[in-house]
């Protein structure tokens, strides 16, 4: 790990905004999806193969995103309208209560925090050196419930929950920040939604990548001399001298 490049954020004498993605940022999320489509695999199994399954339903989950965007329940409603659709309508009511069971499941699902992250999000927060926000992209509902599980809410100076993260959408957040690209820092597992726009506008980025990615969310990735590849999060008291 080599932080030189943030050496103007650690001196900062006025706070630095750091922003945090959610979703298999501080709590793990992806891997509650994988397997509810494991199971979802294992229900429709009697009328395709594994591999038509995960096609399909991924294409129907892209279809709809443009009207339901993220989330569970949009996962919910393409898992269904999936199995309708692939089995022609032969799909058995017990089958779609299940289905419809597996979905109610991700709701509930646990939001329990990595490892350190709490811990580092206190030493940056008590620092007084950094505003700390939550910048989350998902069902508004759904994602507020999952911050609230996990008890991390307080530890956030902001929390923000927009449909999509664009570079528009980040300039809207340093504005109402009172912030500049300069001063503005996005940790986040996704190269695709919480890096690559960042930069682009000026910004710095510190990618901690999780074991697992959504298909969507894959990209090329690039190395940048504002962007820091971190293997933890607790890595970031290193890097912000804290």
């Known amino acids: 790990m080599n932080s030189n490049n943030f050496q103007h954020i650690r001196e900062a004498k006025s706070p630095v905004t750091l922003a945090f993605d959610a979703d298999d940022t501080l709590w793990d999320n992806q891997s509650h999806y994988d397997h509810v489509e494991e199971e979802y695999c294992h229900l429709l199994s009697p009328f395709a193969s594994e591999q038509t399954i995960r096609h399909k339903l991924y294409a129907v989950e892209m279809g709809n995103m443009p009207a339901m965007g993220y989330g569970t329940k949009a996962f919910m409603l393409s898992l269904m309208q999936n199995a309708l659709q692939m089995t022609e309508g032969q799909v058995d009511g017990v089958t779609l209560q299940k289905i419809y069971q597996l979905g109610l499941d991700l709701l509930q699902m646990p939001a329990t925090p990595f490892e350190g992250v709490a811990e580092t999000l206190e030493q940056l927060k008590s620092s007084g050196r950094f505003r700390l926000v939550c910048f989350t992209k998902g069902d508004l509902l759904d994602q507020e419930n999952k911050l609230r599980r996990s008890g991390l809410m307080p530890l956030f100076h902001h929390v923000e929950i927009v449909s999509e993260k664009t ?17 503005f820092v996005m940790i986040g597992n996704s190269f695709k939604s919480d890096i690559h726009p960042v930069l682009e ?42």
């Open 167 to 183: 570079t528009n959408d980040y300039l809207h957040l340093m504005k109402r920040m009172e912030t500049t690209a300069e001063r």
């Open 201 to 242: 506008i000026g910004g710095w980025g510190i990618h901690i990548p999780f074991k697992r990615v959504w298909l969507y969310e894959q990209i090329e990735e690039y190395a940048h001399p504002r962007m820091l590849k971190l293997e933890t999060f607790r890595q970031l008291t290193e890097v912000f001298n804290v």
